[in-house]
């Protein structure tokens, strides 16, 4: 089979306009184009839909990812694909991929085989510039900050409790822990900083939290940026920044829309990673194609414990979103992983390890059905290495969790191998009633919200964290952001800490080492364990891979 990015570099698109008009209705009046093959909605016209009735949504998540690969995009883009080719007015909405992971580790993230969005080259590299006005709109603010300083701090800021660092759209572990300032008097007072990925941006969960550009803005003028030597915040509002932020943010706000290799429509907008965001596509992108389509299928970033939480206990909360039904990615390769087999031993059959490995996917299953209250259905991504026996336990298993578990070959046969899927999709959206419920309370305090993640999701026995880290936590509930939910910074290869501890382990402890308050996102995020807000490249980086050949041809992109 060719390369993924061989069969995108072949793939017979239709120009947006078509596939806006004759699959979403949408007029090219409502379109702003960029080339052939993508646009962007206005806002405009989607205030104009507010009175439409909305459409279903499915939510795909998955087991926690391991090196074998699991394919979540890919059948999100596999069932959307599906349902279209049973009758259904169906469309996907995705994170838009980070040039950090394009380069680092992941290589693209727009779906493989014949399961993916295009034009594949340009969503994973500079798209319609949406990362890039994220990222100047964020250090525009950090710029702000430092000038302000320079020409004799009037909100008086106390240069030792500055919370705003910067961010680049790369992993790039030298910019983590920096000094800026240096060179004398004209270049400003030295300081230590640092640099975030742009994902981990509070800007960026704020672009993807956002229903509108007032809402927008006034978000962006919560954001606290600082503090005085009196430890009083300082926002982006009191240095007037919020505005030009805004305007910086203008288009890269508006939806973008492509297509499926099968010429379906879907949202790509937005993208905060799920270990050390929110990890879900823009609400604006996902309410307009749910007034567009009939049924929509959207992902959430890594395992069900993390984006699936945050989908439901961030961006669901806060934007009325509710989800009628979840569909958990799994393969056997990764089940066998997560059972304790070699990377290189992972082809082999082995019915042991498999029952081992399902913990991890009875542990997703029993978080969706018993804690976020959806219908669960588990979508077993084909390898041609699987055998009758492994399908067959891993059906027998899942009997018990009254989790259907279907085998699926999108990746090979596109949209086609998915129908059985998205069959029972329809059946279970359209005949079982969600009891959606969020993992806690509004009214927690934000220890217990962590506790109650901790405990119910990870399988862990508890919450750690030192006497300063408590103290802030306490701080941040007496200041009045109790009320907020939290989003936990960890690991995305294990329900702990530790990304090498496999399957579904119990009675770890989640140690905080770290809490940063993203009041603009209205959200607490704990740092857990040693994930990093910047990344570093992996020893062997897909860059070296990646090439324009003597015709100008993109190679080595995936």
């Known amino acids: 089979m060719p390369a993924d990015i061989e069969i995108a570099q072949q793939a017979k698109m239709q120009r947006i306009t078509q596939v806006a008009l004759e699959k979403l209705g949408v007029a090219d009046e409502n379109l702003e184009p960029y080339g052939h093959f993508m646009a962007k909605i206005s806002l405009d016209y989607i205030n104009s839909l507010a009175d439409r009735p909305d459409g279903k949504l499915i939510l795909v998540t ?122 004398g008097p004209a270049n400003g007072f030295p300081r230590e900083d640092g640099f975030d990925i742009v994902v981990a941006s509070e800007v960026m969960a704020i672009f993807c939290l956002a229903t509108s550009i007032k809402d927008l803005k006034d978000r962006l003028a919560k954001i606290v940026v600082g503090y005085t030597r009196e430890q009083k915040p300082i926002l982006a509002g009191d240095l007037n920044a919020h505005g030009a932020m805004a305007v910086l943010l203008k288009n890269a706000l508006q939806p973008n829309l492509v297509q499926t290799l099968e010429n379906n429509p879907a949202f790509i907008h937005g993208g905060p990673f799920a270990n050390i965001a929110h990890g879900c596509n823009s609400v604006l992108a996902t309410k307009t194609a749910l007034k567009l389509s009939d049924y929509v299928v959207t992902e959430a970033g890594f395992g069900a414990d993390l984006g699936a939480e945050k989908f439901v206990d961030i961006k669901c909360r806060k934007s009325g979103l509710r989800p009628q039904a979840a569909v958990i990615v799994a393969t056997i390769r990764a089940l066998k992983y997560h059972g304790g087999v070699d990377l290189k031993e992972l082809n082999a059959e082995n019915l042991e390890a498999l029952t081992k490995g399902i913990a991890n996917l009875e542990r997703h299953v029993n978080n969706i059905r018993n804690h976020y209250g959806l219908p669960c259905i588990v979508a077993i991504n084909h390898f041609t290495f699987d055998t009758e026996a492994e399908i067959d336990l891993l059906k027998k298993k899942m009997a018990h969790h009254e989790a259907p578990v279907v085998v699926c070959r999108h990746w090979a046969q596109g949209g086609a191998g998915a129908e059985d899927l998205a069959r029972l999709v329809v059946d279970i959206v359209d005949k079982t009633p969600a009891d959606f419920r969020f993992v806690y309370e509004e009214s927690a305090t934000l220890w217990d919200k962590v506790v109650a993640v901790a405990t119910k999701l990870y399988g862990a026995s508890g919450v750690t964290a030192d006497s300063k880290i408590r103290n802030q936590i306490q701080k941040l509930q007496e200041a009045g952001y109790g009320g907020y939910p939290i989003c936990i910074a960890k690991t995305q290869y294990s329900f702990s800490t530790d990304s090498k501890l496999r399957g579904a382990p119990t009675n770890h402890e989640i140690n905080i080492r770290e809490v940063r308050l993203a009041a603009g996102a209205e959200f607490i995020v704990l740092v857990c364990g040693d994930v990093m807000t910047m990344p570093g490249l992996p020893k062997a980086p897909s860059a070296i891979k990646i090439d324009l050949d003597d015709a100008g041809k993109v190679v080595g992109l995936f």
């Open 62 to 183: 998955a087991i926690s990812p391991t090196p074998a690969g699991e394919g979540k995009t890919t059948t999100t883009v596999g069932l959307g694909d599906a349902l279209n080719r049973i009758g259904k007015k169906a469309s996907i909405c995705l994170r838009e991929p980070s040039l950090g992971p394009v380069f680092g580790m992941k290589g693209g993230a727009a779906g493989g085989g014949y399961a993916q969005v295009v034009p594949m080259e340009e969503i994973n590299l500079h798209f319609t510039g949406d990362f890039a006005a994220i990222g100047l709109a964020h250090n525009l603010l950090a710029a702000m900050i430092d000038n302000h300083i320079h020409h004799g701090n009037e909100l008086g800021f106390d240069v030792r409790r500055i919370a705003w660092k910067r961010v680049v759209d790369m992993n790039d572990r030298a910019l983590r822990q920096i000094t800026v300032g240096l060179g």
